[in-house]
């Protein structure tokens, strides 16, 4: 009885070894389920801020993206209608100089045309002229020289006649105005003293219509200072020269073309 109480005893022993083993490993299990648990809510706790972090910032991209290509397509239909415009404005210059090349080339066709038809009438003017000169030159005694026509009397009158002469002949006393006119002179007068319309009036020497002469074309090289009634001009083989009025000489008369 004694054994068996023992057996018992140990055995009561043993069941609480094990219960209390059992209590404190069912206990270190709990503690470990409970810290994996922990564990596991602290890193679900972190995913889901990323999550929620990586939300926003694709958000914001997303209202960025959407900014960006909002102005974007401002600015190209800005760029398209500027373009339009300006592509509009180059047409039409393009075809403004198109038009005004085109009215050019047709002025420039008539001008041609107009140049030709005055190029053939200038040389049947010219030939006419010729002709029409070489008329003049035959009557009465007048002569050509550039665009004037010279009568040269053979007559001897003073001064004032032979003026007037030239007056019924529709021209006036001849006005030398240069060198190469008065050598002409010379030529055609044979060098003789000729009346010219050249005058004295209040003590200055003019021509006929009030012009001065050039005074390198007198003989001396200027008009003398004499007084008297030296008041009217001969030419004469060296230059102009004063004489009486009254004299009687022979004239050449002057008509301009």
């Excluded at 140049?115 to 003017?125: G, P, R, T, V």
Aim: contains cysteine.
């Amino acid at each position: 009885m004694e054994r068996k109480g023992a057996v018992e005893k140990i055995t009561d022993v043993n069941r609480d070894a094990r219960y209390r083993h059992n209590v404190r490993t069912e206990s270190e299990n709990t503690d470990t389920k409970r810290h994996q648990t922990l564990q596991h809510t602290g890193s679900g706790c972190v995913n889901v801020r990323n999550f929620r972090a990586a939300v926003v910032c694709l958000v914001l991209l997303c209202v960025l993206l959407l900014t960006a290509v909002i102005v974007l397509g401002v600015n190209l239909h800005d760029m398209i209608e500027e373009f339009y415009i300006k592509n509009k404005n180059i047409t039409d210059e393009i075809k403004d100089l198109e038009k005004r090349k085109s009215n050019l080339a047709s002025d420039v066709t008539k001008i041609s045309a107009t140049n030709e038809s005055l190029f053939a009438q200038n040389k049947i003017l010219h030939k006419e002229m010729e002709e029409l000169w070489l008329e003049i030159s035959k009557m009465d005694r007048w002569k050509c020289y550039q665009s004037s026509l010279y009568y040269v009397s053979s007559e001897m009158k003073n001064w004032r006649e032979s003026r007037r002469d030239c007056k019924e002949r529709g021209s006036d006393l001849i006005i030398i105005n240069n060198k190469e006119e008065q050598d002409f002179v010379k030529t055609v007068s044979g060098g003789s003293g000729f009346w010219i319309g050249l005058t004295e009036v209040k003590s200055t020497w003019k021509w006929v219509d009030d012009s001065l002469p050039i005074t390198e074309l007198w003989a001396s090289g200027k008009p003398s200072d004499s007084s008297g009634n030296k008041d009217c001009a001969v030419n004469l083989s060296s230059g102009f020269a004063e004489y009486s009025c009254d004299q009687k000489r022979k004239w050449i008369c002057e008509k301009n073309i």
